[in-house]
């Protein structure tokens, strides 16, 4: 059984940093793509960032210079640096790994930054 299991989230007021983790684990033979997506209340989920298995990386223009997303593939692991956050960056952010040529969710970490 292959999991995605997100850490990291927290209570951070504006302007503060945090860093979320993502570990994948079960029999995976194959991690594609990895990327982190967000859930504000009463809103849809939306994608932050992308990092190919290559280490190439894509951001949402909302969180462009300010989050950095890395990813330990020996480790089976993705991070997302956070920095600067704003109250616009609450939300429940997912993890999201394309792991044996399927789109696998984690269980979501909450994130809360206040003015």
């Known amino acids: 059984q292959v999991q995605l299991v997100e850490s990291g989230g927290g209570l951070v007021q504006a302007g503060g940093s945090l860093r979320l983790s993502c570990e994948a684990s079960g029999s995976i033979f194959s991690i594609r793509a990895m990327g982190w997506y967000r859930q504000a209340p009463g809103k849809q989920r939306e994608w932050v960032a992308t990092?190919?298995?290559?280490?190439?990386?894509s951001y949402a223009e909302s969180v462009k210079g300010r989050f950095t997303i890395s990813r330990d593939n020996a480790k089976n692991t993705l991070d997302l640096q956070m920095n600067s956050l704003k109250p616009e960056d609450t939300g429940v952010y997912y993890c999201?790994?394309?792991?044996?040529?399927?789109?696998?969710w984690g269980q979501g970490t909450q994130v809360t930054v206040s003015s």
């Open positions: 999201n790994a394309n792991i044996n040529y399927s789109p696998r």
């Open positions: 990092i190919t298995s290559g280490g190439s990386t």
